[in-house]
């Protein structure tokens, strides 16, 4: 199983500031990473693929890097919105795809 | 407009087995670019994948899950059926149905979600 581990695990900012997660895979996995946000009481909303690439209708404000083992979400300036919890998700390794942890991001 | 809609019990009691259903709108299970996968969230922990339904590449389970599940599908209703037997405490959690579409990259991403629906395992 590909191990998927977030850091950190909460992230304190303020509205405004540029807020960067990371994700690590315990073996390559080229780009076949996805991004997702979760806000309380609702499902996961897929925010990116292929590592790099947003969903349509995402704000351009969310950027995805990385490939192989690492990678990194950047919200390039934080809105209200954004406060939520983030996760990555591998799926390279077809059909046993895995997630991380989550990263929470809150206001400060 | 794709949909996904998760329905069953709220409370099951212990060695009972859980049967949840997932209602989709919006595409075809005989699409072959699609799927669906059951997914759970327990409290505090990591989303777990649980099965896999795939219109061209079949059915998939968690190998440490698998002699508890199964996963069947009625295209003509559009819905795919979770079982999980012997449930147990640790087992409550969101269960969240998802479809999977297999876009450009040759690989399926878990697109759409649903609500997602709670389930306590409970005497």
């Not at chain 1, 009481?41 to 590592?51: D, F, H, K, V, Y």
């Not at chain 1, 895995?98 to 809150?106: A, D, I, K, L, Y």
């Amino acid at each position: 199983e590909i191990v998927m581990t977030q850091s950190p695990a909460t992230l304190s900012l303020s509205p405004g500031e540029r807020a960067t997660l990371s994700c690590r895979a315990s073996q390559s996995i080229s780009i076949n990473l996805a991004w997702f946000q979760q806000k309380p009481g609702q499902a996961p909303r897929l925010l990116i693929s292929g590592a790099s690439t947003r969903v349509a209708g995402v704000p351009a404000r969310f950027s995805g890097s990385g490939s192989g083992t690492d990678f990194t979400l950047t919200i390039s300036s934080l809105q209200s919105d954004d406060f939520a919890i983030y996760y990555c998700q591998q799926y390279s390794d077809f059909p046993r795809y895995t997630f991380g942890q989550g990263t929470r991001v809150e206001i400060k | 407009q794709v949909t996904l809609k998760e329905s069953g019990p709220v409370l099951v009691k212990p060695t009972e087995t859980l049967t949840l259903t997932c209602t989709v709108s919006g595409f075809s299970l005989t699409d072959p670019r699609m799927g669906v996968s059951w997914i759970r969230q327990a409290p505090g922990k990591a989303l777990e994948c649980l099965a896999h339904f795939f219109a061209t590449d079949g059915k998939f389970y968690n190998p440490s899950l698998i002699n508890r599940l199964t996963i069947s599908e009625d295209s003509s209703r559009g819905q795919v059926v979770l079982t999980m037997a012997n449930m147990d405490p640790v087992d409550t959690a969101t269960y969240f149905c998802v479809r999977n579409y297999y876009d450009s990259s040759a690989y399926y991403i878990l697109d759409y979600w649903g609500q997602g629906t709670p389930v306590t395992v409970s005497s």
